[in-house]
């Protein structure tokens, strides 16, 4: 009856969570109440413990090292059913495991007593020994703007060390690295291969993670396509790519495998996905020198407990605020058109005016950053001191790709021999004499002028180039990763020198601040009405799995990509109620907007809106930049809104509700209040400031009434 009553409890969370996530006990649940375990790393006997009190990995060390236990610690669910190698290496064109162990007979599941039978690979690269130490962070993150986080994340870090038995292989060192961060059910592992060896090694693939998963679903007959894969896990990388505005469409990693050795499975042809191996198809395809270290691609391993989609959007969100806590930063700044200099420096006197943190130069400005001479340098390094002189951040476009350089300097298409062939057709290859140059000539502009943002435009999706003369790679099989390299380290660079970076893709893991949050550029033509309805459709999808601090949104105060002077807020003293709705929408969200054009004021009526309405925003940052729960998603019919929650604040919530009908609203609706981490009582102040407080059902929800105006919005602030 002990051993019952001792594990009771954990069965209580995982049916709780299977059937509602928001059952879960407030005091277990780590995104309410951060868990105050540390992370830990030990060596018992013939173990390796992994642990923070969220998941637990374990290693045994027997004729190889062999991970036979992963478990998250909040359900107790054990995701491995078979033992697989730590990695998987295809050197000089040949496949070697490293570590693992072979003569599981069974894989539907594993007994850990049979480890001490199982016996490893002829060739196999060997554990040799293994090294403890601190996380230490991937970027020195230099930051110069308002964020909600400032802090790196920490925790502890084992490096395990193989060789090789074999004597070609003499001198290649693999380190298999794992990251266990304190307060995520998260582990972070990445390979390095060191080449002490007099020889070139040619790395062909490396396959840094290869996990024996659980299966999801029991299915007779069925593809790998048609069937789920494991939910108990989020793995991501940086290494993805695809201007999808989303990490599993941009991921170039993650794959689902059959495992045919597995016999006892119930497909009937033995095609259950329940293999994961984790590397980049293109990549790396390089040659290792004598004395060189290759680094894989990084993986975040995120152990999840729920089916629900807005909780694991809440844990994956919670995951770059503490690994990337670069996105939590949130400057506040206008997109300028500027034709000539006194324009940027009216702007920057604007954003002071108004209470703006930042100018950016937008795409069709007179900024050249290309242009190195002297002159040009002087001359935006006098408006960086123009614009710091008065707090202000100033940054500028560039654009890398879909744009044709030269036959010498563009990609080279694998197939013709020609240029041609990139994402956007012609590109330049970040490895050719003008991509290396452009890198060079970006650091020049920023050590020199003292610029604080930078708004890459490309390079765009992974362009490979079958080139044999471009200086920053061999030829098409390692172009893919080269050209990669060069760009990551540049936006790592850029953010150890406390740039901000607003980047095409999803180069967060890299270094990278801010992504467009997902919409169509040819709406922003539509009329003002459209573009309110259809701002807030983008706002309610592009911040499930993403931040409201990693998107930004669109506000043309000037014409864009077409459109009549329906879809224009110039002149914007004539569109003030439109105006003031738009940036309501954004800053309500925690969204910062393109507002692009000339300036942000023409009269005095309207500089006095944009700075009420930055002042209330400033006034509830914290809060407005909390994580959202998306309540009813906006359909121009009934009433759309959302809920900032923010546990750990002293504002604990704050929802925003929109009425985009043209009679006034009046509705009561039911508030869910869980992760806000109020337990018994709400306090809620509404816009016109009245207050009340409203007791929490069993379910942590309360019912709301509220009225709204006629296309219009309101907000109470909850304590």
Known sequence: MMKILKYFPIILIFLSLESKSQFVNVANDWLIKPVLQKASIIQKGSNFILDNGLLRREFYVGKNLVCYSYANLSNGQQLLRAVQPEAKIILNGKMYAVGGMEGQKERAYLKPEWLSQMTAGQEDFVFVGSTISDVKPFISWQRKTWASNHAQATGKQISFEFTSPLAELKGIHLYVNYELIHGLPLLIKWVQIENKSAQKLAIDRVIHEVLGLVEEESAVVGKPEEMKKQHGIYVETNYAFNNAMRYDISDQTTHWKTEPAYTSQVNYNFETPCLLEIYPDKAPGIDLKPGEIFKSPRTHELLMDSYDRQRRGLMIRKMYQKISPWTTQNPIFMHLVSKNDAEVKTAIDQCVATGYEAVILSFGSHLKMEDSAA????????????????????????????????????VIDPKTGKPGGAFFGNAPCFGSPWGLAYRDKIKLFYTKTGFDIWENDGPYPGDVCASTVHPGHEGLKDSQWRQMEIQKELYRWLNEKGVYINAPDWYFLDGTHKIGIGYREVNFSLSRDQQKILNRQNIHDGT???????????????????????????????????????????????????YRGPRLFDSEETRIMVKETLDWYKKYRDVLNADMIQMRRPDGRDWDGFLHVNPGGKHKGFVMLYNPTKEI???????????????????????????????????????????IAPDSYTWFLIE
Request: with cysteine.
């Open 665 to 707: 609203m009046q509705r009561k609706i039911s508030l869910p209040l869980y992760y806000t981490g109020i337990s018994k009582t709400a306090n809620l102040t509404s816009k016109d400031g009245m207050k009340k407080a409203i007791s929490l059902n069993p379910t942590k929800e309360i019912r709301l009434d509220f009225t």
């Open 544 to 594: 499930i799995e993403k931040t409201a601090s990693m998107s930004w949104g669109f506000v043309p105060l000037t014409r864009y990509q077409g459109g009549g002077p329906e879809a224009v807020l110039e002149p914007l003293k004539e569109h003030l109620k439109d105006y003031h709705q738009l940036m309501i929408q954004y800053y309500g969200a925690g969204v910062q907007a393109c």
């Open 375 to 410: 002159a040009n340098i002087s001359r935006w390094k006098s408006l960086a001191d123009y614009a710091h002189a008065k707090n202000i951040l100033i940054g500028g476009y560039s654009l890398f790709s879909s744009r044709r350089i030269s036959d010498a300097d563009d």
